[in-house]
């Protein structure tokens, strides 16, 4: 994967899906395309796994989320989300999420300052 591909977090998807403006703007900017998006399986299991979703919002994340690719956990990605929890005070999912990037080196999409910032730390340190 090259430095054109983008891991989409959980809230830029429903970001996406809401049309928010900073997402979108943010996919203008940056030209960004289906074609190079990917998304961690943690935000499969959000977006889905969310307490009382409808029929019809879990068909529109089904169909949004087909256009883009997913990244499976491997045992690099573990090791990655162990080492970033101990480090950094940090949620179990946004470490996967973050892990997910840097072991695919991809650029993180997200509204997270939190999780955005973990992530150019630990780039920073490699």
């Known amino acids: 994967m090259n430095g054109r591909n983008y ?4 809230n830029f998807i429903l970001g996406i899906l809401k ?3 900073a997402v ?23 977006l889905l796994g969310y307490h009382g979703i409808t029929a019809d919002e879990e068909c529109l994340i089904k169909e949004k989320l087909a256009h883009f690719t997913s ?3 491997t045992s690099e990605i573990e090791e990655a989300v162990i ?11 946004d470490a996967i999420i973050a ?3 840097l072991c695919s080196d991809l650029k ?9 910032s973990v992530v150019n730390a630990a780039r920073k340190e490699h």
């Open 7 to 10: 891991l989409l977090d959980t």
């Open 19 to 21: 049309s928010n403006p």
């Open 24 to 46: 979108i703007a943010e996919i203008s900017s940056r030209s960004v395309y289906t074609s190079e998006c990917f998304y961690s399986v943690i935000t499969r299991m959000e």
């Open 71 to 73: 990244c499976s956990l």
């Open 83 to 93: 080492n970033l929890r101990k480090k950094r005070k940090i949620k179990l999912p």
């Open 99 to 101: 892990a997910t990037a």
């Open 108 to 116: 993180l999409l997200s509204l997270d300052r939190h999780l955005l």
